[in-house]
């Protein structure tokens, strides 16, 4: 074999095993990382869930304004 055939087949091989490696390790990784990224996104979607506060019963039959107070700006 030449030499320069050599060299490429040793640098083929390695790069070959790079490869493999990395997906193997990504592969491997896969799961926990789904489930990270899941919990992630749970933790989001709570903190922008809105919360509803039922209205009490008699807040509507005593005749009151529902914006009775008037606003007021203040200073800062």
Same mark, same amino acid.
């Given at each position: 074999? +030449?030499?320069?055939?050599?060299?490429?087949?040793?640098?083929?091989?390695?790069?070959?095993?790079?490869?493999?490696?990395?997906?193997?390790?990504?592969?491997?990784?896969?799961?926990?990382?789904?489930? $990270? !990224?899941?919990? $992630?996104?749970?933790? $989001?979607?709570?903190?922008? $869930?809105?919360?509803?506060?039922?209205?009490?019963?008699?807040?509507?039959?005593?005749?009151?304004? !529902?914006? +009775?107070?008037? !606003? !007021?700006?203040?200073?800062?």
């Amino acid at each position: 074999m +030449s030499t320069e055939l050599e060299i490429a087949l040793v640098l083929g091989t390695a790069l070959l095993w790079i490869a493999v490696t990395l997906t193997i390790l990504s592969a491997i990784d896969r799961p926990e990382r789904k489930a $990270r !990224r899941q919990e $992630r996104r749970d933790v $989001r979607a709570e903190k922008h $869930r809105i919360q509803y506060r039922p209205v009490a019963a008699a807040a509507h039959g005593l005749g009151h304004n !529902r914006h +009775s107070r008037t !606003r !007021r700006l203040h200073p800062h």
